[in-house]
């Protein structure tokens, strides 16, 4: 199971001129509801190689979590060329990810 996070989140400028698909995931790793997101996601991921998944640590203060109005973890952005196509918040299943993850690709 992935919990490790950036350590430096990235600025919203640079998100915003991110070429391609990206799944941009806020949450912690000490987030009960991230870390039984984990399998999920990597089971939806598993068929969209091509995707750049990038967690962010997100917390009060944090500006990429904010400038997002990111609420509850795990929240899972999906970008394409760095707009936002798709969220979820505290995914259920592989397959509703997966289905946001063929809306970028």
């Given at each position: 199971?992935?919990?490790?996070y950036?350590?430096?989140?990235?600025?919203?400028?640079?998100?915003?001129?991110?070429?391609?698909?990206?799944?941009?995931?806020?949450g912690?790793?000490?987030?009960?509801?991230c870390r039984?997101?984990?399998?999920?996601i990597a089971?939806?991921?598993q068929?969209?190689?091509?995707?750049?998944?990038v967690?962010?640590?997100?917390g009060?203060?944090r500006p990429?979590?904010?400038?997002?109005?990111v609420?509850?973890?795990p929240t899972?952005?999906?970008?394409?060329?760095g707009?936002?196509v798709?969220?979820l918040?505290r995914?259920q299943?592989?397959?509703?990810?997966?289905?946001?993850?063929?809306?970028?690709?």
């Amino acid at each position: 199971m992935e919990t490790s996070y950036l350590e430096r989140e990235p600025a919203r400028q640079d998100v915003d001129g991110w070429a391609g698909a990206t799944l941009l995931e806020f949450g912690t790793p000490w987030c009960g509801w991230c870390r039984a997101a984990q399998p999920k996601i990597a089971q939806a991921l598993q068929s969209h190689p091509s995707v750049k998944h990038v967690k962010v640590e997100d917390g009060s203060g944090r500006p990429l979590g904010r400038s997002y109005r990111v609420k509850l973890w795990p929240t899972l952005v999906f970008l394409r060329d760095g707009q936002e196509v798709a969220r979820l918040v505290r995914p259920q299943d592989s397959a509703e990810i997966a289905s946001a993850l063929a809306r970028i690709v």
